[in-house]
């Protein structure tokens, strides 16, 4: 149990990504996570209403599937099988967010100040919250897939536009951490 609790080496990990991903080469199947809103909107019938909504959402139920399974995957990994404890965060890190207000996660894997529930008594926060889900979402649509869809899927397939995304994903990282995060904070 002690081997599944705690922090796996990148090549584990990155072995198994990448046999998942060539099993989907293998099977024809394209993975990404932002394609399935589409199927769950086009499941509801607002395909007759939005034409982007009118496509054949049951081609991809083994996608929503393992949008199920990675919920279900990711609550039990959180509540049963995680050790928060063993998340080295550099000494500098904490040290930055302490001064932007933002108490370290102490044996959390989030700390409560961004993910807590506090979070939803603040103004603010609430507004911050939606407009980064918006961003979120027509960034997801506008770059043709999310990060995940990209980096995972589109890069095992060779594919420049995600590799484009993907530099472009690095590259809006850095600059939100280092310059407008602290604007915000």
């Known amino acids: 149990m002690e081997f599944i609790t705690h922090t796996w080496h990148w090549s584990i990990s990155g072995f198994i990504i990448g046999m998942v991903m060539l099993s989907l080469i293998y099977f024809g199947k ?28 049951k081609s991809q139920r083994w996608n929503l599937i393992v949008v199920l399974g990675a919920m279900i995957g990711g609550f039990v990994a959180t509540h049963y099988l995680s050790d928060a404890s063993n998340v080295a965060i550099n000494p500098s890190t904490i040290q930055k967010l302490q001064n932007l207000g933002i108490d370290a996660p102490n044996a959390k894997l989030l700390p409560d100040a961004i993910f807590g529930n506090a979070v939803f008594t603040s103004l603010n926060k609430i507004i911050m919250l939606l407009i980064g889900g918006l961003l979120i979402g027509f960034g997801s649509r506008y770059a043709g897939g999310c990060t995940s869809g990209h980096a995972i899927s589109g890069l095992s397939n060779f594919q420049l ?6 530099i472009g994903f690095f590259v809006g990282g850095l600059i939100m951490v280092n310059f407008i995060f602290p604007l915000i904070f």
């Open 30 to 57: 394209v993975f990404g996570m932002s394609s399935n809103l589409r199927s769950l909107c086009s499941m509801t019938g607002i395909g007759k209403r939005v034409s982007f909504f009118n496509w054949d959402w």
């Open 161 to 166: 536009p995600s590799l484009k995304a993907v």
